[in-house]
């Protein structure tokens, strides 16, 4: 099979690899054992953070920030590098646990842009060809005459430095291993015609509105290391795909506040949230 798109899909580059079977107590441990790593790793951002908000308000305050702030922000900016690697290691093996549990209910499908949009913001395995660092799916407008949506690869460690390389589901020959769910596995009319009826998306957006001010772990800011919250943007008109975005409220070393956002633009992007959240997503 193919090797699939993302870490959080896959588990593991080959469907050989998938163990069969029931959860089992090992499995369970496995998998708490994991979750406490990544609660650590958090936990180490979080203080990072803490310490990047104090020198920023410290040069605020002097006018000026010292040499030696200057250098402990490059120690903090080189302790990130080896906490990204450790948790998306750590990310992928929770993946892989929750996938050798699964065995017997998953399915392989083809990545198509709503997959691919379902996966925007989540943490991937790809390497950048720049930097060696991280990188992840971020998507771009939408094009109403071919009506897709465009995709790229975006370095997590460099968002700005390093360029950015177009992605098209449609030309790449990858695969999705993940459970069955049928705001991905129903043909495309089918589904949008669910999504897009009004008590559907009434329903919908009560349910989202529920978890405003929430964190979510599997969204994480590729800066900080640490989960975004899901919030309204601040010109929203109301509208379910115009009106929530994940956001980072840490600041970089300016002292402003981080400017990663990840808006909620596609019904594939909110029902993943809803997935996430609450176990079901938009049709459950």
Known sequence: MPTSLLTKWSGVGDAGHIGTGGR????????????????QHFSRAE???AEQREIAERA???GRRSSRDDDRLREIDLERRTLREELEAAKASEASADLKEAATELVSAPVSDDETSAAVGI?????CPSCGGSMRI?????????????FYWLCSARPGACPTIHFDPAKEKLMALRK?????DL?????????????????TQIRLRQHLGDKDDEVICPHHLLPMKLLEQP???GLLLSTYQYVCLHVDDDGRACQHRIPLETFPQVSETLRRTEGAGIIH
Do not use: H, M
């Not at 708490?32 to 990544?38: D, F, K, L, M, V």
């Not at 998507?139 to 465009?150: H, K, M």
């Not at 069955?180 to 991905?184: A, E, R």
């Open 24 to 39: 089992s107590e090992i499995g369970r441990a496995a998998t708490r054992y994991i979750n406490g790593a990544s609660r």
């Open 47 to 49: 203080e990072l953070a």
């Open 60 to 62: 605020k305050r002097d």
């Open 123 to 127: 943490l991937s395995s790809r390497v």
């Open 138 to 150: 971020r998507q771009g407008g939408y094009n109403g005459t071919s009506r897709r949506r465009s």
């Open 180 to 184: 069955s769910d049928p705001n991905l």
């Open 187 to 203: 043909p495309t009319k089918e589904r949008r015609a669910i999504w897009e009826r009004k008590d559907v998306v009434r329903e």
């Open 235 to 237: 010109s929203s008109n």
